[in-house]
T-cell receptor, first 111, second 114 residues
Framework: GQSLEQPSEVTAVEGAIVQINCTYQ??????LSWYQQHDGGAPTFLSY????GLEETGRFSSFLSRSDSYGYLLLQELQMKDSASYFC????????????FGAGTRLAVHP | DVKVTQSSRYLVKRTGEKVFLECVQDMDHENMFWYRQDPGLGLRLIYF???????EKGDIPEGYSVSREKKERFSLILESASTNQTSMYLC?????????????FGEGSRLTVL
């Protein structure tokens, strides 16, 4: 199968670090993406990991471990504007590449 | 910048009506996708198209069909709308050249079926 699991909600305070985990089923898996979506907005792409390891882009980092079928998004120096929903999405091939999304993690950042 | 444009932000239709949701992208992307988004369920893939006139079913294709006659345009069709199709519909496109998991999304079409 092709599905992804992530926590439904995470709460943190400004300035803190938060990690959002994502596990996936491996059938046809190519890589893992992360998206951010603010209320009322469209999802926007944050990162993509095809290889094991950590990818850093400013305050956000994304990690993938293919052997553990697991990845995470790490958000540092949290700001109020980071309050949003975060989706992991697996790139899978069943002949043609398609992206399957997790149910999303709602991050609430408090002062 | 890539632009993905969905024809209607808000639609209200009646049960049994035929509904067309249009999506146009301006970056010559090969792949286009239709998702629906419901609270607590994330984005679920309805259909995708990997090239003109080519389509593949996603995870929840029942009650929907699609059309891709031109590379830039991907239409989602609800042949006979039902109340359980009330949802936010998101169109996205992707370049196969980059071969990454980056999708470009439209702003969404919120459909209410009465």
């Amino acid at each position: 199968g092709q599905s992804l699991e992530q926590p439904s909600e995470v709460t943190a305070v400004e300035g803190a670090i938060v990690q959002i985990n994502c596990t996936y089923q491996t059938s046809g898996f190519y890589g893992l993406s992360w998206y951010q979506q603010h209320d009322g907005g469209a999802p926007t792409f944050l990162s993509y990991n095809a290889l094991d390891g950590l990818e850093e882009t400013g305050r956000f980092s994304s990690f993938l471990s293919r052997s553990d079928s697991y990845g995470y998004l790490l958000l540092q120096e949290l700001q109020m504007k980071d309050s949003a929903s975060y989706f992991c999405a697996g790139l899978f091939s069943g002949g043609y590449n398609k992206l399957i999304f997790g149910a999303g993690t709602r991050l609430a950042v408090h002062p | 910048d890539v632009k993905v444009t969905q024809s209607s932000r808000y639609l209200v239709k009646r049960t049994g009506e035929k509904v067309f949701l249009e999506c146009v992208q301006d970056m010559d992307h090969e792949n286009m996708f239709w998702y629906r988004q419901d609270p607590g369920l994330g984005l679920r893939l309805i259909y995708f198209s990997y090239d003109v006139k080519m389509k593949e079913k996603g995870d929840i294709p029942e009650g929907y069909s699609v059309s891709r006659e031109k590379k830039e345009r991907f239409s989602l069709i609800l042949e006979s709308a039902s109340t359980n199709q009330t949802s936010m519909y998101l169109c996205a496109s992707r370049s196969t050249e980059l071969n990454t998991g980056e999708l470009f999304f439209g702003e969404g079409s919120r459909l209410t079926v009465l």
